[in-house]
């Protein structure tokens, strides 16, 4: 099955610096790859999605990259604000074999400082 | 449009009960995923289904869990005989279906088995 990895597993920086956050996976046949943003005592929410037919996607201060080749994809947040403090998981999903189950990265948490 | 919608947002067990966490999925969803968290731990998948059929339960502990989501209502993740190791925050998601479609999370049920 697909095997996801996440780092770092804690991420301090200042308010206004940029924060990236790096994933690989096992599977080359996955071919979604969604971004979640967690915040404390709530669910998990849809942050920023991209699929294996774009290299890479932004939305604001939000940006993903993907390298198929290298089985890696990154999100990149910039202009970090104290809001944007949560744990930040990423995932894989749509493996040719038919399973449309998402596996996720063992989280980020990151840390902005006013 | 209303969310995934999960209940109860937090239960208290004591051991040997059982528990029941009810979910909800969004407007037009016909998918439901189930994940357990554990504190300071990712997503673990435990089961996906559709209506009135399992479809992947690999992730579900062989005793004691069971998990159905019915013609009518919502789906319900059942634990029975609970222990201490149950304690965690359960998760339900719903998709509309399919490879590479994004899932949407409810806020979350905390079971805290004393």
């Known amino acids: 099955g697909e095997n996801v990895e996440q780092h770092p597993s804690t991420l301090s920086v200042q308010e206004g610096d940029s924060a990236v956050i790096k994933c690989t996976y096992s599977?080359?046949?996955?071919?979604?790859f969604p971004w979640y943003k967690q915040e404390l005592g709530k669910g998990p929410q849809l942050i920023i999605d991209i699929r294996s037919n774009v290299g890479e996607k932004k939305d604001q201060r939000i940006a993903v990259t993907l390298n198929k080749t290298a089985k890696h994809f990154s999100l990149h947040i910039t202009e970090t604000q104290p809001e944007d403090s949560a744990v930040y998981f990423c995932?894989?999903?749509?493996?040719?074999?038919?399973?449309?189950?998402?596996?996720f990265g063992r989280g980020t948490s990151l840390i902005v400082h006013p | 449009n209303a969310g995934v919608m999960q209940n109860p947002r937090h239960l208290v067990r004591r051991r040997g009960q059982e528990a029941r966490l009810r979910c909800s999925p969004m407007?037009?969803?016909?998918?439901v995923y189930w994940y357990r968290q554990l504190p300071e731990e990712g997503l673990k998948f435990m089961v996906y289904?559709?209506?009135?059929?399992?479809?992947?339960e690999s992730g579900m502990p062989k005793e004691r869990f069971s998990a159905e989501f019915p013609k009518e209502g919502p789906s319900i993740l059942r634990i029975q005989q609970v222990v201490r190791g149950d304690s965690a925050a359960y998760f339900c998601?719903?998709?509309?279906?399919?490879?590479?479609?994004?899932?949407?999370f409810g806020e979350g049920s905390w079971l805290t088995v004393v």
């Open positions: 995932a894989a999903s749509g493996a040719s074999g038919g399973s449309y189950i998402p596996t």
């Open positions: 407007k037009g969803h016909s998918h």
């Open positions: 289904l559709q209506k009135e059929n399992i479809i992947d």
């Open positions: 599977d080359s046949a996955s071919n979604y």
């Open positions: 998601a719903s998709s509309p279906g399919g490879s590479g479609n994004t899932i949407y």
